[in-house]
């Protein structure tokens, strides 16, 4: 008891030891921003810095060599004329358009599909074990899916075309990473394997503060299953839905390990996504004023697409 009292008579000394700020008192504002500063120092040095030079270095004429010497002469936008005129660089964003739509429109129906499910008065003694399980595919390192994926495609014993043979859907083993008509849809089905239980719980959280008395009125007014999920359930959820939307785009953009262990790009450039094509550029080749260029074009064309998410999720919808 002495021990608590203590800790309490030091935390509240500490306290109003910060209680001077230029001759006055603190006020409830001014406090909450000496909390964080610490924080927002600590934000500035390991994000804005780097961020600050990747825009400096996507300027100028950056080489392995001339960074050596320090000798990078400025540039303009010389590197991003160059992105522009590349067709390959054109190639990859259609590809990234394709991956993310197609991702994103996976994780989130299934997302969403598998929280109602779980939500449902009927199946909501699921045990924590299960959950657990669920959840399991979120904790594999992004190296060690694509790894994991890549046997399953392998071509001469992977699980996949055993289970396809069994069945009878196919008569031999083939190529699925190495089709060029195959071998994005493969990427895209290792990636939201490993993302899709982060939207389960973030949906599942949004699902269980709705209460129940807003179905049983829907029910009452003779709404249905699909009346209650429209009119009750997706205006209340549409919050988590932008934040779905938003930061599952962000990473899809930035897909990279399931494309190096599963395909390396391949086959030709099929795989050729914007973070591929950076990489590519940065460490590969060397350009490393060009690579930084591409990551800023990335960088914007997710900052756009999040917009327009977050005006469509949010803005007023009149019902009839």
Known sequence: MERSETVQSSLRSRLS??????????????????MVLPALIFLLIIIAYPILYALWLSVHDVTLKGLAKGDMPFAGLSNYARLFRDPVFWRTMRHSAQFVFLSVTLEVTLGLGIALVINYQGTRTLGSINKALM?????????????????????????????LVKLGIIDEFMQFAGNPKLALPAVVLAFVWRVTPFSVLLFHAALQVIPEDLYEAAKVDGGGALDRFRFVTLPLIRP??????????????????EI???TYGGPGDQTWVASWYTYQYAFNYLEIGTGAAAAYIMAMVIAVVATVYLLLVYRRVEYG
């Open 260 to 262: 190096f262990a599963i």
């Open 17 to 34: 030891s910060l209680r001077v700020w230029k001759g006055g008192e603190l006020g409830p504002g001014q406090l909450a921003f000496l």
């Open 240 to 257: 988590t839905l932008a934040i779905v939307l938003v930061l599952r785009t962000a990473f899809a953009f930035m897909v990279f390990d």
């Open 135 to 163: 959840l399991l595919p979120w904790a594999v390192p992004p190296i060690a899916n694509g790894l994991m994926w890549s046997y399953i495609y392998n071509p001469s014993f992977g699980y996949l075309n055993v289970i």
